[in-house]
């Protein structure tokens, strides 16, 4: 017989959060289920022309809230990927030529919120050298549209080589450069010669006092196994592979511990319930299950 170890209180408190935005059992939307959305990038002056990069990591609208909300203080977004060693664009300063994407959330297609570049373990100048030596680095947009609101970080990741060459994208560089951003994520190898749909990592990193667990699915279906229309095709697929494999990489992040005083510390965070409001919810859980 087993039981149920986790306070039916917890449990509530994360039904509350969840409640403030419409995410749904997966933790995104899929794209292309509405509004011409795609997990395919919009890429300007490409040759041939109309070449696309692929969104092939997701961090789940399931996380944590307080890791869904883009700022580096009380465990914000910016603070995980400072935790992964990837830092904002080199001193805040914007460098290259945007792309945009349409995450099927009514908003149409938008540039990137921002780009990370991995830091060579600088968090404040590093991601000036990833800018110069390449590296590792990725665009991100968030599926937060009035059809499709599920708070989930859409991110495009890809190695490129250094500026000297035009920051073309090594070989096999998308697919590798998910699977070293999940590498990352959790402490430990990521051989991406043996992903399939399903294949599952866990681990935990740690900044400023935050810790925080990361759990990943590998999911296909939402890209195609294919070089059709990817940027930088001729180059990218190796030994007769495709450029892309069409997985994508869902990650669902959890921060495990904070400071003492912080808001993510706080059992109740900003989404404090009232007492007569917890009891509610709990007799509502019970009815239910």
């Known amino acids: 017989m087993s039981y149920d170890l986790k306070p039916r209180w917890t449990s509530a408190l994360s039904f509350l959060r969840r409640a403030t935005r419409n995410v749904p059992p997966l933790g995104y939307y899929d794209p292309h289920a509405r509004d011409n959305g795609s997990m395919l990038t919009v890429v300007a002056?490409?040759?041939?022309?109309?070449?696309?990069?692929?969104?092939?990591a997701i961090l789940s609208g399931n996380s944590d809230a307080a890791v869904l909300v883009?700022?580096?203080?009380?465990?914000?977004?910016?603070?995980?990927?400072?935790?992964?060693?990837?830092?904002?664009?080199?001193?805040?300063?914007?460098?290259?030529?945007?792309?945009?994407?349409?995450?099927?959330?009514?908003?149409?297609?938008?540039?990137?919120?921002?780009?990370?570049?991995?830091?060579?373990g600088d968090p404040a100048l590093?991601?000036?050298t990833e800018t110069i030596q390449g590296g590792n680095h990725f665009r991100y947009w968030v599926q937060n549209g009035k059809d499709a609101d599920s708070g989930a970080i859409f991110m495009a990741t890809s190695y490129e080589m250094p500026i000297a060459q035009g920051h073309d994208i090594i070989p096999n560089g998308y697919n590798l450069a998910r699977?070293?951003?999940?590498?990352?994520?959790?402490?430990?190898?990521?051989?991406?010669?043996?992903?399939?749909?399903?294949?599952?990592?866990?681990?935990?990193?740690?900044?400023?006092?935050?810790?925080?667990?990361?759990?990943?699915v590998y999911v296909s279906g939402?890209?195609?196994n294919s070089s059709d229309g990817i940027n930088h095709y001729l180059t990218v697929g190796v030994n007769g592979s495709n450029a892309i494999d069409g997985l994508v990489a869902v990650m669902t992040v959890k921060i495990a511990s904070?400071?003492?005083?912080?808001?993510?510390?706080?059992?109740?965070?900003?989404?404090?319930?009232?007492?007569?409001l917890l009891w509610l919810l709990l007799i509502f859980q019970y009815f239910l299950f």
Do not use: M
């Open 45 to 56: 002056n490409t040759f041939p022309a109309g070449l696309s990069e692929p969104i092939n």
């Open 70 to 120: 883009d700022q580096e203080i009380n465990g914000g977004l910016r603070n995980y990927y400072l935790s992964l060693g990837f830092s904002g664009e080199c001193l805040g300063q914007h460098a290259g030529g945007d792309q945009g994407a349409n995450l099927g959330d009514g908003n149409g297609i938008l540039n990137e919120t921002a780009v990370i570049r991995w830091n060579y």
């Open 126 to 128: 590093g991601s000036c």
């Open 179 to 216: 699977d070293w951003l999940i590498g990352n994520a959790t402490k430990q190898a990521v051989n991406t010669s043996s992903l399939i749909n399903g294949t599952t990592f866990s681990g935990s990193t740690q900044n400023a006092g935050y810790t925080y667990q990361t759990d990943v």
């Open 222 to 224: 939402l890209l195609q």
């Open 258 to 276: 904070a400071p003492v005083g912080t808001k993510a510390n706080a059992a109740s965070s900003d989404y404090r319930a009232s007492i007569p």
